[in-house]
Structure formats: C-alpha cells, structure tokens
C-alpha cells in the first residue's frame, strides 16, 4: 500500500473510533466495500467501480432482514462478513470511490443510516486489492455477533428455506441472492463461492418443488 493510502487509512480508522464520520468528507476520496446488494444495485453516487476482493473474511448469509428482503413476521437473510481464524479467506465484490466533500458527505450518511442505524452494521477499514490499482483502504460494513440481528451459523437447508420464501420492501430474498451469484459468475468466472453457489443451487430447487406443488 502507498504511503498516501496509509495516510488515508489511518485517518478513516481514526474517525471510527471517535464515531466522527463527518470527518471523511474532508479527505480527497473514500472507498467503499460492497459484497451485497450494492455489487448491483448501488443507490449512491460514486465516480469509480473496480471489481476485487478483501482478505480475511468469508461472506455467509447470517444476517437477517426484516425491512428490505423480508417482514418482523417473516425475516428474510442477507449477507455479513465473518473473520477468517487463517486469514486465507477472500470475498469478492466491488470498490465504489467516492469524491470530494459533497460525494462523500452524502454516501457515507446513506450508508450509514442504511447499515449501521437500520440494520446493526459495524464499519471498518480494510485493504481492498484488484488488478487494476494498488492495495487501497475501503470501509467494510458487517454484522458481528453482537448483532441483534446477526443470527449465527446455519444450515444450508434451513437457509434456501428462508430465502425462498422470504419478501420485502425492495423484493423477493431471492432476487438478492440469484443476483449476487449471478454477478459473480459474469464478472469472476473462475471464482469458487462453495457458499454462495451451493445455497443459490439449494434456493432455486425449493422454488421448483414450491412450484410443482401449486
């Protein structure tokens, strides 16, 4: 990483462990991580997308969602990061720049209100690697274990049951997983996600029975 972009992320670290994210909009560019919807459906502006990963994390869909992809009666499940004990785990996704102070100021109180006021989120910062430029620092929102909605590991069955069924304010769960691995396959064809393939997999055959049985 360059000596500009240690600078940089000592000064994001900085502003969020004294929770001053105003203080991003001062920097000349912020990077943001996503590795969920925001892959496909990025509702803020932002002047650059580069296509990576971050190091470290494995992506599970341990999280759910009363608001977006499902109902309080009827929680819906979407995906967090979860520490690698190893390190070797990679997540791939994309790196939204944001630029100059009004960029910045803005996607930063969207996402923050989105992640971390509406859903739990924590942030941190994290070096995002590509083909296309150096190691660059990136906010990371994920949902830890003191999450009131983080709900723990489980299993591939009970999961695409869930995701099957499960529907929201933005649409069905469904459309956020097949449009995740979708993208992945497109845009990282020699990716292997066992996780994220073996659950959409899963999905799509309790949509057909489903299906078959109306």
């Not at 989105?114 to 910062?125: F, L, N």
């Not at 906010?139 to 909605?149: F, G, K, M, P, S």
């Not at 292997?192 to 299906?211: A, C, P, Q, V, W």
Request: hydrophobic share 35%; net charge negative.
């Amino acid at each position: 990483m360059s000596e500009k972009n240690i600078s940089c992320m000592k000064k994001i670290n900085e502003a969020i462990r004294l929770n001053q994210f105003d203080d991003l909009s001062n920097l000349e560019e912020v990077w943001v991580f996503g590795y969920g919807s925001l892959i496909w459906r990025p509702v803020f502006r932002y002047s650059e997308k580069i296509v990576g990963k971050i190091r470290g994390f494995h992506r599970r869909f341990y999280q759910s969602d009363m608001t977006y992809r499902g109902t309080p009666e009827f929680p819906a499940r979407v995906a967090t990061l979860l520490k690698d004990p190893t390190a070797e785990a990679e997540t791939y996704g994309c790196a939204f720049k944001l630029s100059g102070k009004n960029e910045i100021s803005a996607g930063i109180k969207y996402l923050h209100t989105r992640e971390v006021e509406k859903a739990g989120y924590s942030v941190t910062v994290e070096e995002f690697h590509s083909c296309e430029s150096p190691p660059i620092p990136a906010l990371v929102y994920t949902a830890t274990t003191e999450n009131y909605y983080f709900t723990g590991k489980q299993s591939m069955e009970e999961l695409s049951d869930i995701i099957a069924n499960a529907s929201g304010l933005a649409g069905p769960n469904t459309e956020y997983l097949f449009r995740l691995a979708e993208w992945q396959r497109e845009f990282l064809p020699l990716v292997e996600d066992d996780h994220l393939y073996e659950l959409t997999r899963m999905t799509k055959e309790k949509i057909s029975k489903i299906e078959s049985e109306n």
